[in-house]
C-alpha cells in the first residue's frame, strides 16, 4: 500500500472541503483534498441559489462564468396561490445568484490549487486510520490503488453523509424532523419569471417547500424538499415534485434534463465538530439553514475558519481537541444564533397548516415590513395569530 | 435491505440519516452491515423510494 504524509488530509472537494485547503494551503501546510468524484461539482446536489452578501465578505470575486442567473428577488406563493413578489431590496439575504455548481466548485478548488493544495480526483476515503485510539490519517482508494495517508488533522468535508465523522467517532445523528429528503429536476423548455427565485409553500410540500430557480433561456431547477417525518409513502420528494410538475402549466412543455437527490439537515449544527486531530466543516458538520436549506455560504466559511484555525494549531504543533475548539468557537459565533432562531422558526412553520400559510401569505403583503426575512415573517405571524407563538416569545 | 439500484441516485439521504451507521455508499454501491436494525427511517427517507426492507 502506497504511503503518504501530509500536514492536513480534506476528504471532499466541495466548497467547504476546498476552502479549508485553500486557507490552510495559504498558511503554509502541506495539504491533500480528496475528492471520490471523476469531476468537482458534478453530479450536482444542490439547487444552486446562494445570497450575495456573504460572497463579498468571503472574498469571493463574482464571476459569470459560474453565475447562471442574477436574481432580481424572490416570489413566495401561498397554498392556495397568492404570489407575494418581493424585489431585491425587500428580500434581504435570501435572494443573489443561482450558481452553476459544477464551475463554481472547481473556481473554488483551483484556489485551493494556486494555495498550494495536492487534489486527489477519483479518490475515494474506505476508513480513518487510529493508532491507540489516536486518530493518525485516513485510508483511502485512488482508482484501485489503496493509500495510507497520515495527516496531522482530518477534515471531514464530505457532505450530509458524512462518512468520514461518523468513522472519526463524531454523533452525527439526526432526528428525521431536523431532515429532509431533497428531489430537483433541471428542466428546460418551461416559462417561469427569468429573474425571480419562487419558493411553494404548504401542503404541496409537506414541512418544506417546492422552489423554482430559474437558470435562464426557459431552465430552471425545479424541486422539492419533503421534512423526514412527513415521508410516509417512500419516493415522497418525488411523488410530491412529480405531481407539481404535472400541474403547473408552465411546466408543461418542459423537459428534464438532469435528476438531482440529496439529504439536507435543518438542525441548527453538530453539538461538536472537533475531536483530537479532526474537524468537520459545512454540511458534514450540519450547517444548513434550517429555513432555506442554503449551505453553500456556510461551508465557505467554516472552511475558512478551518483553515485559518489549522495553521494556527500548526504553528503550536497542536492538533488536540482543545486546540480546535477555536474553529467550533469561531464558527458558533458566526452563524449559531442564526441558526438556532431559523431551526425554532422551521419548527413551527412546519406546523402550520394551509389556511394559516394563506393567511400569513396575505398578511405579509398587507403588512408594512420593510425588509422579508426569518424575523420579520415570524412577527406578521405573531401580530395575525398570538396564540401560535406564545411559546416562541424568546425569539423577540 | 432490498435496493432498487436501478432508482438509486447515490444521493447519500439514507446514510446521513441512519442513526445506525449500517449503511455505507462505497463508491456508488450502497452497502449495508449487520448493524441495521430495520428501523426504516431510510426507506422513508429515500427520495426515489429506492430502499424497502425485506420481510423476514
Known sequence: ?396 | MIVAYEKCLHCGCCVGTCKQNAIYLNDYILQFNDLCNRCGRCVKVCPVGALTLEVK
Not at chain 1, 485516513?138 to 484501485?144: E, I, K, L, P, T
Not at chain 1, 404541496?204 to 417547500?209: Q, R, W
Not at chain 1, 404535472?246 to 439537515?265: F, H, T
Open chain 1, 1 to 396: 500500500m502506497q504511503k503518504l504524509q501530509c500536514d492536513v488530509v480534506v476528504v471532499g472537494a466541495g466548497p467547504g472541503g476546498s476552502m479549508a485547503a485553500k486557507y490552510a494551503a495559504e498558511g503554509g501546510l502541506s495539504v491533500l483534498l480528496l475528492e471520490k468524484k471523476a469531476e468537482i461539482g458534478a453530479p450536482l446536489r444542490c439547487a444552486e441559489g446562494v445570497s450575495k452578501k456573504w460572497l463579498k465578505e468571503m472574498g469571493i470575486e463574482p464571476d459569470p462564468k459560474w453565475i447562471s442567473a442574477d436574481m432580481d428577488g424572490a416570489i413566495i406563493v401561498s397554498p392556495s396561490g397568492h404570489r407575494f413578489k418581493l424585489d431585491e431590496s425587500h428580500a434581504g439575504n435570501e435572494v443573489g445568484y443561482v450558481l452553476e455548481r459544477h464551475l463554481f466548485d472547481k473556481a473554488l478548488a483551483e484556489m485551493a490549487a494556486v494555495a498550494g493544495a495536492t487534489i486527489m480526483m477519483r479518490t475515494s476515503c474506505t476508513g480513518v486510520i487510529k493508532e491507540d485510539g489516536k486518530l493518525v490519517g485516513v485510508y483511502a482508494n485512488r482508482m484501485g490503488e489503496p493509500l495510507e495517508i497520515r495527516a496531522k488533522c482530518v477534515v471531514a468535508a464530505d457532505g450530509f453523509e458524512s462518512q468520514v465523522s461518523r468513522w472519526a467517532g463524531l454523533d452525527t445523528s439526526i432526528d428525521l424532523k431536523d431532515m429532509d429528503s431533497c428531489l430537483q429536476y433541471r428542466m428546460a423548455n418551461i416559462d417561469v419569471e427569468p429573474n425571480y427565485c419562487e419558493f411553494v409553500l404548504g401542503s404541496a410540500a409537506p414541512g418544506g417547500y417546492l422552489w423554482i430557480f430559474p437558470k435562464g433561456n426557459g431552465r430552471a431547477n425545479v424541486g422539492i424538499g419533503v421534512q423526514g417525518t412527513k415521508c410516509k409513502r417512500g419516493a415522497d420528494a418525488k411523488y410530491y415534485l412529480d405531481k407539481f410538475v404535472n400541474e403547473d402549466p408552465r411546466l408543461k412543455d418542459g423537459q428534464i434534463l438532469e435528476i438531482v437527490a440529496g439529504g439536507v439537515s435543518t438542525c441548527p449544527g453538530l453539538d461538536d465538530t472537533v475531536l483530537d486531530n479532526f474537524l468537520a466543516v459545512g454540511d458534514a458538520a450540519r450547517l444548513i439553514d434550517p429555513i432555506t436549506g442554503g449551505g453553500i455560504a456556510h461551508a465557505c466559511q467554516s472552511g475558512m475558519y478551518a483553515g485559518q484555525v489549522l495553521v494556527d494549531c500548526a504553528k503550536e504543533g497542536d492538533f488536540s481537541k482543545a486546540a480546535l475548539q477555536v474553529y467550533d468557537t469561531m464558527w458558533r459565533d458566526s452563524m449559531e444564533d442564526k441558526l438556532v432562531r431559523n431551526w425554532i422558526a422551521k419548527e413551527k412553520f412546519a406546523t402550520l397548516d394551509d389556511k394559516i400559510l394563506d393567511d400569513v401569505v396575505l398578511a405579509i403583503n398587507d403588512s408594512d415590513i420593510k425588509e422579508v426575512n426569518v424575523y420579520n415573517l415570524l412577527k406578521v405571524i405573531k401580530d395575525k395569530y398570538p396564540d401560535l407563538m406564545s411559546e416562541m416569545e424568546d425569539l423577540f
